[in-house]
């Protein structure tokens, strides 16, 4: 068996982005996850997932700011690829940034001009092809002719949709069935659907009685105990259980051998209320600092006995019984939806971003976004005026895509909050190539900046502060509702109505 060549890879993921089709996605990954030797299925269901197995490589896009000349014709293997960046990302101290840069030169020296672009987009997380986790573990699915409710289980239990491809193509449903969850073991966390409001949510859920939970604007943690042993990861499984000694203390106090618990970290005023979100994100990114909280919603096992399978009321009866109330998120269970809205209402007013609706005779679906469970968040708007667009890449290459976004200025001008590339459909990313190829002032080759003229309708989840804008705010979640030629400018939000959002 020949090895694969990272121009597979290259040659695969633009195939993949060029497409709407789930069922051709899954087909062109399929087809070259079939074509890895066992000793390359890691690496190609990596670099297919458009990621590294590195998690960090010292690498950005500074270091990547001057490449040297593309090779003429391609002859990388993925095992040389990923060889070379396991290097890289263990050079460290006196030597090491003149030896990353001499081996950045040396392996991009040896890459054609698509795999450079590749490179560099996996390398700084610019990579848009639209290979998600979900689409790998339906085309190792395909490749081994398996179920693929069997690669999403495993891949859930793994914690890892490239340990469940290998499992899949090494050993078949066999392999696949011999993930168990393990205490110790960080598995995907399972996710929620969106709805508009109580009503639609509680249909969307199922109807009858559901659990209405308060949803925190705090930072999703996972945490496993063995005897007095804690680990704490994040969403993306990140270990963080070295910044959250509280927590810690409190886990290891339940009256409990062994759990894994599910909840969000929460930094409190001392009111009680919920800090901005900001405060909690810079907290579980360093051991000192603002104290936080934990407060669970579920549980995924207790005492050597697994509950991922049991339904919702299991998980909860059992959370009751080992975690005091002080560290349960705020819940109502009712098949009221009148009820529900009122609770809804009485966690926003206490600075909470809504409720998450969920299925009570579900079991605990990991690293699946379902019906089971079901976010209410308000929505928000702001008109705002378009600054400057960003040229596309992958699928949206000779597209203007991504669009900054300034509030006006009372004292004159607009001042930039940020940007976003969501909410755009094919047809808007169409028109606004055209509008802003009208208003455009200069080009960079990247950036476009435009006169400022043009209003665009912004959702957002929320405002928080930020030293990177010159407001000193940034819009969280912000995407693109539909752009606004019935204003003018001048007829935008401004930065004080921006700041008014602040908690």
Do not use: C
Request: aromatic share 6%; proline share 5%.
């Amino acid at each position: 068996m020949s090895p694969v060549l990272l121009a597979d890879v290259v040659s695969t993921s633009a195939a993949v982005a060029a497409t709407r089709s789930r069922t051709a996605k899954v087909a062109a990954l399929a087809q070259t996850l079939s074509a890895a030797a066992p000793d390359e299925r890691s690496v190609v269901a990596s670099f297919l997932a458009g990621s590294l197995r590195q998690r960090r490589t010292g690498l950005g896009w500074r270091s990547l700011g001057s490449l040297p000349p593309a090779a003429s014709s391609p002859s990388l293997t993925v095992r040389e690829v990923d060889e070379a960046f396991a290097a890289i990302a263990a050079l460290a101290g006196p030597g090491s940034q003149g030896a990353r840069a001499a081996a950045v030169e040396h392996l991009f020296s040896r890459a054609v001009v698509e795999e450079q672009a590749w490179l560099s987009g996996v390398v700084t997380g610019n990579l848009r092809q639209g290979a998600l986790d979900a689409l790998v573990q339906d085309a190792a699915a395909r490749a081994a002719d398996v179920a693929p409710a069997d690669v999403r289980r495993a891949a859930m239990l793994a914690g890892s949709t490239v340990a469940a491809a290998v499992a899949a193509l090494d050993g078949g449903s066999a392999a696949l069935a011999s993930f168990r969850l393990e205490v110790g073991r960080p598995v995907l966390p399972m996710l929620a659907s969106t709805a508009p409001g109580i009503e639609e949510a509680f249909a969307k859920a199922g109807g009858g009685t559901l659990a209405v939970d308060t949803k925190l604007d705090g930072i999703r943690i996972q945490v496993h105990r063995s005897g007095d042993a804690v680990q704490i990861v994040t969403r993306t499984l990140e270990d963080i259980t070295a910044r959250l000694p509280e927590v810690v203390d409190i886990v290891r106090a339940l009256p409990l051998t062994s759990v894994v618990l599910d909840g969000e970290a929460l930094a409190l005023g001392p009111d009680g209320r919920p800090r901005p979100f900001q405060e909690t994100a810079s907290r579980t990114a360093q051991a000192a600092g603002q104290s936080v909280t934990p407060f669970f919603f579920d549980l995924l096992h207790l005492d050597g006995r697994d509950l991922l399978d049991s339904p919702g009321s299991a998980r909860l009866a059992a959370l009751a019984s080992v975690v005091p109330p002080a560290y349960l998120v705020p819940r109502l269970v009712t098949a009221s939806v009148e009820e529900a809205a009122a609770f809804s209402t009485s966690a926003l007013a206490a600075g909470h971003e809504g409720v998450v609706v969920k299925d009570l005779a579900a079991g605990y679906d990991a690293g699946r976004r379902g019906a089971a469970w079901v976010k209410v968040k308000p929505v928000h708007t702001l008109d705002l005026v378009v600054l400057a667009v960003e040229w596309g890449s992958g699928r949206r290459s000779g597209l203007l895509s991504n669009i900054h976004l300034g509030a006006l200025d009372p004292d004159g001008g607009f001042v930039m909050l940020g940007k976003t590339f969501k909410g755009l459909s094919d047809q808007l990313l169409q028109w606004q190539t055209r509008r802003f190829t009208e208003l455009m002032v200069d080009d960079s080759g990247w950036v476009v900046t435009v006169r400022p003229e043009q209003v665009v309708e912004i959702a957002f989840d929320g405002v928080q502060r930020s030293s990177r804008y010159p407001g000193g705010v940034a819009l969280r979640f912000a995407r693109v509702v539909r752009y606004r030629d019935d204003k003018t400018a001048d007829e935008a939000d401004t930065i004080d109505d921006v700041r008014a959002f602040l908690p």
